[in-house]
């Protein structure tokens, strides 16, 4: 499986950006896709999660996203995406996707030890 993000930017506060996640076809061998983040200093952290089987249409953000992110799949493009509206300066850092055989409805979804594929990230960065 391989991975590979895109859409990342330098905008302004308020600003929305969509990220792409570009999969091979055997991305649906994993069960969970996510989005997570890195700042300079800062743990990777979950921000959004879900299911590669478009059936099970849950899905899962973060606190500090919920609102103005939303994580979708396009299953015909293997794509899968990160709408971020409303974006602020603590929004800035290194995104990356990430695949993995967890269990997407359990409460390990944004943890990123539980992902064994990862892109290579690409950098939002948000300033006033």
């Known amino acids: 499986v391989m991975l590979t993000e895109s859409g990342g930017g330098s905008v302004e506060v308020g600003s929305s950006l969509r990220l792409a996640c570009s999969a091979s076809?055997?991305?649906?061998?994993?069960?969970?896709i996510g989005w997570f983040r890195q700042s300079p200093g800062k743990k990777r952290e979950g921000v959004a999660a879900?299911?590669?089987?478009?059936?099970?249409?849950?899905?899962y953000l973060a606190d500090s996203v919920k609102g103005r992110f939303s994580i979708s799949l396009d299953k015909a493009k293997s794509t899968m995406y990160l709408q971020m509206d409303s974006l602020t300066i603590e929004d800035t850092g290194t995104y990356y996707c990430?695949?993995?055989?967890?269990?997407?409805?359990?409460?390990?979804?944004?943890?990123?030890?539980?992902?064994?594929?990862w892109g290579q990230g690409t950098q939002v960065t948000v300033s006033s």
């Open positions: 990430a695949a993995g055989a967890l269990q997407c409805g359990g409460t390990y979804h944004l943890d990123p030890v539980e992902y064994d594929v």
């Open positions: 076809a055997e991305i649906y061998k994993e069960n969970c």
């Open positions: 879900r299911y590669t089987e478009p059936f099970f249409g849950e899905t």
